[in-house]
């Protein structure tokens, strides 16, 4: 687990963002996941992720 209190590292992924729930706004961490390589670059980048499916669904793509 990762502790980043100060939301920079939250907020250079863009995963630090607006939420709804119940008609309420507030701040919080979004869902995505990146595959990053061994060099640390980026190779892909998923914004809606379904919880359920989404383990399995980069199984059966890399």
Sequence with gaps: MLCDESHQMLEEYKVWGKKKFMGREYMGINRYTYVID???VVEKAYEKVKTKTHAL???KEY
């Design 38 to 40: 061994e060099n640390g």
């Design 57 to 59: 669904d980069i199984l």
